[in-house]
């Protein structure tokens, strides 16, 4: 079925939208260089860590509920079970590389991607799991109605602290009030975040197994 929005943006809020979209994409291609040089680095230990593609992909649900291929330098093992078929956790699973990279956000790098793709923002809703559809309420649906973001109103309060019902209520509040000042504020911050390196991993595929997360490998 397609995604039907309900939301309403003001003249003021549609406006910066689309000047939002064009700062999105001259950054995106402004920071490209400089980034890959840092993604070349991790790529080389990535590899050298553990076997499998450095770059790991994954479908999440974006704008208006469209499936796209999310990328991130790969932090883990590709091994999702031990030899005896028991699903290993995320901190078994974890490298080295991966660790140091999550730490720094590092590991987010490879979504100016998908920023110049037009699939996401430097600022908007993290992309939860396409497992998670069909488990939002009607007002959580708003969410869907921008592009989702590289860091998060949820992102700077928290995330690791906070239940996934929190985390969909802070989107609300974002989509409401969107803006340069709230995206301002939220960039900042993240900044901010990311060098005391303070709560800045993305939990959303905590406490899951990892056998059971609808994964691109290819």
């Known amino acids: 079925m397609a995604y039907v929005s309900t939301h309403q943006f ?23 260089v400089p980034a ?49 078929g028991r699903a290993l956790t995320d901190q078994e699973r974890m490298t080295v590389s991966g660790r140091v990279a999550r730490k720094t956000s590092i590991d987010e790098l490879p979504q100016l991607i998908n920023i110049i793709k037009g699939e996401m923002s430097f600022i908007g809703p993290r992309p939860f799991l396409i497992n998670d559809l069909g488990t939002y309420s009607k007002e959580q649906l708003i969410r869907f109605d921008v592009l989702p973001g590289m860091s998060s109103w949820t992102s700077i309060h928290g995330r690791a602290n906070q239940s996934i019902e929190s985390k969909y209520n802070h989107e609300i509040y974002y989509v409401n009030n969107i803006s340069l000042k709230l995206d301002m504020e939220i960039f900042i911050k993240t900044v901010a975040l990311v060098f005391s390196q303070k709560d800045v991993e993305d939990h959303v595929t905590e406490g899951r197994i990892a056998a059971e997360i609808i994964e691109d490998k290819k």
């Not at 003001?10 to 920071?31: E, G, M, P, W």
């Not at 990328?71 to 091994?79: D, F, Q």
């Open 10 to 32: 003001t003249a003021r809020q549609k406006r910066y939208l689309r000047i939002k979209r064009f700062l999105d994409l001259l950054l995106a291609i402004i920071l490209l």
């Open 36 to 84: 890959s040089i840092i993604m070349l680095f991790f790529i080389i230990w990535i590899r050298l860590e553990s076997k499998g593609a450095a770059i790991f992909r994954q479908r999440r649900p974006g704008y208006h509920q469209k499936i796209f291929t999310m990328y991130k330098l790969r932090s883990m093992r590709v091994e999702t079970r031990d030899k005896n």
